[in-house]
Antibody, heavy 120, light 106 residues
């Protein structure tokens, strides 16, 4: 069974950092692109970042570029999102998600999300 | 690439045919996906590559389109289909989502 489980969310003050992790299982992790997608309370989906299967390409939404870093450790079947200089508008449920392919085809499996709240 | 969806809200009855349109600010390749999301749940992939039905998704869902205009059609709306639907382009980064279309019960 395919599973992606996020962790690392919580309450953080503006300007501080947080690192999200995603543990994947049930599939050959190093064959698929992975994504982070977020959803602010009562709002729509916002794509945050993606990384290809071998980490040769990473990409970020303009809203987080320069502040967030995505990485993966294929030996640990894990995906990460380092979030620096957090702002109030980064408050959201952050989903880790698996793509259908090694690059971007469609987001196939989603975790249940980890909530990040940025507040003083 | 910016995506718009129309309508943003749709009220329909069980058995209705429903069409949601996703328009892109630039031409896309085939990598346009559709998702369904219910309250408190993670999104579910319905359609990828414009028209390919994801495994396990009922055949009443279909996708079509090209260039800058794409559609999701539900041929006969079922009670389980009342949800919010999002399109997403994966043609080029950033992989933007549309703003969503909420399908509600008439």
């Amino acid at each position: 069974e395919v599973r992606v489980v996020e962790s690392g969310g919580g309450l953080v003050q503006p300007g501080r950092s947080l690192r999200l992790s995603c543990a994947a299982s049930g599939f050959t992790f190093d064959e698929y692109a992975m994504h982070w997608v977020r959803q602010a309370p009562g709002r729509g989906l916002e794509w945050v970042s993606s990384i290809t299967w071998n980490s040769d390409t990473t990409a970020f939404a303009d809203s987080v570029k320069g502040r967030f870093t995505i990485s993966r450790d294929n030996s640990k079947n894990s995906l990460y999102l380092q979030m620096d200089s957090l702002r109030h508008d980064d408050t959201a449920l952050y989903y880790c998600a698996k793509d259908l392919g090694p690059h971007g085809v469609g987001i196939h499996y989603w975790g249940q999300g980890t909530l990040v709240t940025v507040s003083s | 690439i910016q995506l718009t969806q129309s309508p943003s809200f749709l009220s329909a009855s069980v058995g209705d045919r429903v069409t949601i349109t996703c328009r892109a600010s630039q031409g896309l390749n085939i990598y346009l996906a559709w998702y369904q999301q219910k309250p408190g749940k993670a999104p579910k992939l319905l359609i990828y590559a414009t028209s390919t039905l994801q495994s396990g998704v009922p055949s009443r869902f279909s996708g079509s389109g090209s260039g800058t205009e794409f559609t999701l059609t539900i041929s006969r709306l079922q009670p389980d289909d009342f949800a919010t639907y999002y399109c997403q382009q994966l043609t080029s980064y950033p992989f933007t989502f549309g703003p969503g279309t909420k399908v509600d019960i008439k």
